[in-house]
T-cell receptor
Framework: DADVTQTPRNRITKTGKRIMLECSQTKGHDRMYWYRQDPGLGLRLIYY???????NKGEISDGYSVSRQAQAKFSLSLESAIPNQTALYFC???????????FGEGSRLTVL | KNEVEQSPQNLTAQEGEFITINCSYS?????LHWLQQHPGGGIVSLFMLSSGKKKHGRLIATINIQEKHSSLHITASHPRDSAVYIC???????????????FGTGTRLQVFP
């Protein structure tokens, strides 16, 4: 099994629909992150969580929400998807003391 | 100006060539990651550096903290090295009660047989 698993890997949806991207990890890391990647731009942080009770906004959190259901699970929701949320989304986990960083395979979202 | 700049943006090479990708940053950092992203999207961390040099197989990463610069070298490049290489710097932002990764936009490498 992959260390970090994202579902779905691909999703096409329509404007206004609610979408959830799920992430689970087997590394036992406390830290989990959601990023989006757009052509020509570096990965940008949407939300991050340092433990189940600690959720923080990143640089581009507007239009997104998250839920840390357990140490191993961190989901990203788009309550009402819009076309400029079309992007490749990555979940990542990290460990502060070792600096380890693991990424999921990415979820490609297209909003029509 | 981006806080993390990579050069070149695109790089083509013949198999066997020595490759260098550069990363410069403008913030004080605690560590730097070199990441590899293959077509299809998956991202893998190759190295994490806070000083000096690390080597793994044909890959070598160096960092100069004083000059705020890191390089990734690939010796004897191979077509399977074709990927996007991303530099990410890791710094503490205590006023925001966080530490943050800032990513470069990546260097696209193509190695031809």
């Amino acid at each position: 099994d992959a260390d970090v698993t994202q579902t779905p890997r691909n999703r096409i949806t329509k404007t206004g629909k609610r979408i959830m991207l799920e992430c689970s990890q087997t590394k036992g890391h406390d830290r989990m992150y959601w990023y989006r990647q757009d052509p020509g731009l570096g990965l940008r942080l949407i939300y991050y969580s340092f433990d189940v009770k600690d959720i923080n906004k990143g640089e581009i959190s507007d239009g997104y929400s998250v839920s840390r259901q357990a140490q191993a699970k961190f989901s990203l929701s788009l309550e009402s998807a819009i076309p400029n949320q079309t992007a490749l989304y990555f979940c990542a986990t990290g460990q502060e003391n070792t600096g380890e960083l693991f990424f999921g395979e990415g979820s490609r979202l297209t909003v029509l | 100006k981006n806080e993390v700049e990579q050069s070149p943006q695109n790089l083509t090479a013949q198999e066997g060539e020595f490759i260098t990708i550069n990363c410069s940053y403008s913030v004080g950092i605690s560590a730097l990651h070199w990441l590899q992203q293959h077509p299809g999207g998956g991202i893998v961390s190759l190295f994490m550096l806070s000083s000096g040099k690390k080597k793994h197989g044909r890959l070598i990463a160096t960092i100069n903290i004083q000059e705020k610069h890191s390089s990734l070298h690939i010796t004897a490049s191979h077509p399977r090295d074709s990927a996007v290489y991303i530099c990410a710097v890791y710094f503490s932002a205590p006023l925001e009660n966080t530490d943050k990764l800032i990513f470069g936009t990546g260097t696209r490498l193509q190695v031809f047989p």
